[in-house]
């Protein structure tokens, strides 16, 4: 009914019988060498990372030749693993060495993983540090991070009013998460003195680019909130535009 089994497949069975002719056992140790192999190879294969390809070897060139823009990009692909091995160590050398020309995403970059402690020993005083010359040159990522740093007193002395000021930068220039702390900053009174319908108006700006939590915060505010306030709040964050990434005061907020 089942059909015949091809007579190589009776082998296995035959050997663990102890009946198997000589040269199916040979044939079978061969077999399993040869799959054992592949297998080996296989692995060698997944682990070996690529050899760069012409336009690597000519960017990494770049980056050694001191082109800052190269040093970033080569910090990318180390980080992340692209066209070279995965390796942070590296990632954070060209970082270090574009951050040091002044390049704000290097020095954003450089900053996470100081934050991190990926290839670098773990520094909140040296990731504060780049992060704030990266937000001083209008980079909205690194505005939001060093606004979060300030919040929560990590490398920096907690400061309210530092945090503020950088979650309105970088909410300023459309970032959504900045948007909605800042509207928690207003809501809360942190560093600042409490406004709903300032709130209220990043909170409607951040649900206008998908932020739930800002979305269902609206909700609750408008339960409380007079009609003029939220026409008002409405009409602002309709007229919203983000602003141009410009480099922004280096000088501390006044107190």
């Given at each position: 009914?089942?059909?015949?089994?091809?007579?190589?497949?009776?082998?296995?069975?035959?050997?663990?019988?102890?009946?198997?002719?000589?040269?199916?056992?040979?044939?079978?140790?061969?077999?399993?060498?040869?799959?054992?192999?592949?297998?080996?190879?296989?692995?060698?294969?997944?682990?070996?990372?690529?050899?760069?390809?012409?336009?690597?070897?000519?960017?990494?060139?770049?980056?050694?030749?001191?082109?800052?823009?190269?040093?970033?990009?080569?910090?990318?692909?180390?980080?992340?693993?692209?066209?070279?091995?995965?390796?942070?160590?590296q990632a954070a050398k060209w970082?270090?060495?574009?951050?040091?020309?002044?390049?704000?995403?290097?020095?954003?970059?450089?900053?996470?993983?100081?934050?991190?402690?990926?290839?670098?020993?773990?520094?909140?005083?040296e990731a504060s540090s780049w992060?704030?010359?990266?937000?001083?040159?209008?980079?909205?990522?690194?505005?939001?991070?060093?606004?979060?740093?300030?919040?929560?007193?990590?490398?920096?002395?907690?400061?309210?009013?530092?945090?503020?000021?950088?979650?309105?930068?970088?909410?300023?220039?459309?970032?959504?998460?900045?948007?909605?702390?800042?509207?928690?900053?207003?809501?809360?009174?942190?560093?600042?003195?409490?406004?709903?319908?300032?709130?209220?108006?990043?909170?409607?700006?951040?649900?206008?680019?998908?932020?739930?939590?800002?979305?269902?915060?609206?909700?609750?505010?408008?339960?409380?909130?007079?009609?003029?306030?939220?026409?008002?709040?409405?009409?602002?964050?309709?007229?919203?535009?983000?602003?141009?990434?410009?480099?922004?005061?280096?000088?501390?907020?006044?107190?």
């Amino acid at each position: 009914m089942w059909g015949k089994a091809p007579l190589d497949r009776a082998a296995p069975w035959g050997v663990m019988c102890g009946i198997a002719p000589h040269h199916h056992v040979r044939a079978m140790i061969l077999r399993t060498l040869f799959f054992l192999i592949v297998a080996l190879l296989c692995q060698l294969h997944a682990q070996t990372p690529p050899a760069p390809t012409k336009e690597i070897t000519d960017l990494l060139a770049k980056a050694e030749a001191g082109q800052a823009e190269a040093q970033t990009i080569a910090g990318v692909l180390y980080e992340i693993g692209r066209g070279v091995a995965k390796d942070d160590t590296q990632a954070a050398k060209w970082y270090r060495k574009a951050a040091d020309q002044g390049v704000a995403e290097a020095q954003f970059n450089l900053a996470l993983l100081c934050k991190s402690g990926r290839g670098v020993p773990k520094d909140l005083a040296e990731a504060s540090s780049w992060m704030s010359k990266s937000a001083a040159q209008g980079n909205a990522k690194a505005q939001f991070n060093i606004g979060v740093m300030y919040e929560k007193g990590e490398g920096v002395a907690k400061s309210d009013v530092e945090a503020i000021r950088w979650f309105t930068s970088a909410a300023e220039q459309g970032d959504a998460t900045a948007q909605v702390n800042l509207g928690f900053m207003y809501a809360n009174g942190q560093g600042v003195k409490r406004n709903d319908v300032e709130a209220y108006k990043w909170w409607l700006i951040a649900a206008a680019q998908g932020q739930q939590d800002a979305k269902k915060n609206c909700e609750i505010l408008e339960r409380n909130l007079k009609s003029p306030q939220m026409l008002g709040a409405q009409l602002a964050a309709r007229n919203f535009k983000p602003r141009k990434m410009q480099p922004a005061t280096t000088q501390p907020a006044p107190r």
